[in-house]
């Protein structure tokens, strides 16, 4: 098969299409022929060498997320049979014209899909439904601000905050960002390069503050964090884009009755990535079905344009997701 291979640590350019077998699949999953597959951050990282995979994932083809036909099924799988649309959460190799993925990973591809559209879904659904829903324990009237709005995450976040009851804000780095979100549903879109978003959000609440927070930022984001957060808020942490290292004044969290929460999905077993995927297939595959969750597709390229997708998304300016074909 096809792949996009790593073939040194770098820049975009290090990204190339090889020959490589394709992959073995065990009893307890299926092989997908990919249609697609989205483009993510954590790609990103483990190109330029920061990110490395865990134990098991292949260790020089990127991908987190695709979409593709069930070509081949293990003796042990049950719910899905050949020839299914599926997409699916994987743990590397999602970037080659097979992977296989345990069958807990794999959701249906909603009929109103394109498996374009379903390669955009799996990896921010499950981060966001993890971090959002279990750890921040999101409740319907509660309020959420989501950095990064106009990320692959945050239009995943304020669709699904707003669906489940909840009131979203969302910072993002231009006027043109912040219409998106706001017209995809956030409530209120702070320009981060020219508003305060603690001040916007302290006036808007009357001095409240915000329920979750879903933080990707890190850095001398966290304590403006903290002081924006509600009594009993919680602050839930997924990357630390501008840095690991702050000062917090830790009298704010006693005072406030605070939570700072965070985690990585990657390394987490099968199991555990089975029942996200189950409480999606309940609780939000409905709604994709119904129109009242969207795809939110930037940019498509070709496989063979896997540099040109990365650049893209190290350049900051697209809206929602990237994803690759390799369609035909």
């Not at 699916?88 to 069958?103: D, I, K, S």
């Not at 390669?119 to 921040?136: C, H, I, M, Q, Y």
């Not at 006027?175 to 305060?196: V, W």
């Amino acid at each position: 098969m096809k792949a996009v291979i790593i073939t040194q640590p770098g820049a975009p350019e290090v990204l190339q299409i090889a020959e490589r077998p394709i992959p073995q699949f065990t009893a307890d999953e299926v092989l997908v022929k990919v249609e697609a597959a989205g483009v993510n951050r954590p790609d990103v990282a483990q190109r330029k060498g920061h990110y490395p995979p865990p134990v098991g994932a292949p260790q020089d083809i990127l991908g987190l997320e695709i979409a593709g036909i069930i070509t081949e099924a293990g003796t042990n799988v049950t719910r899905f049979k050949i020839g299914d649309k599926v997409c699916a959460l994987v743990a590397g190799g999602g970037y080659a014209e097979y992977c296989n993925v345990p069958e807990g990973q794999c959701l249906p591809i909603p009929d109103n899909l394109t498996f374009i559209e379903a390669a955009s879904l799996p990896e921010t659904f499950f981060t966001v439904w993890s971090n959002v829903f279990d750890r921040g324990r999101l409740q319907p009237g509660e309020s959420l601000l989501v950095h990064g709005g106009s990320s692959g995450i945050g239009v995943t976040a304020i669709q699904m905050a707003k669906a489940m009851g909840s009131v979203v804000y969302v910072t993002a780095g231009s006027d043109e960002k912040c219409k998106f979100c706001e017209d995809l549903g956030a409530t209120k879109a702070i320009n981060y390069k020219t508003e305060d978003f603690v001040a916007v959000l302290k006036e808007i609440t009357n001095g409240k503050g915000v329920n979750v927070i879903l933080d990707m930022v890190g850095g001398n984001y966290t304590p403006r964090n903290l002081q924006i957060l509600a009594d009993d808020g919680r602050l839930v942490m997924i990357n630390m884009m501008e840095g690991k290292d702050t000062q917090i004044d830790l009298s704010v969290i006693l005072r406030k009755r605070l939570t700072i929460t965070g985690s990585a999905l990657r390394a987490r077993d099968v199991g555990f990535k089975a029942d996200i995927a189950t409480s999606l297939q309940k609780k939000i595959w409905p709604l994709i079905a119904s129109g009242q969750i969207k795809s939110v597709v930037n940019a498509i390229f070709p496989a063979n344009q896997a540099p040109q997708a990365h650049t893209l998304m190290e350049s900051r300016k697209h809206i929602g997701k990237i994803v690759l074909s390799f369609e035909g």
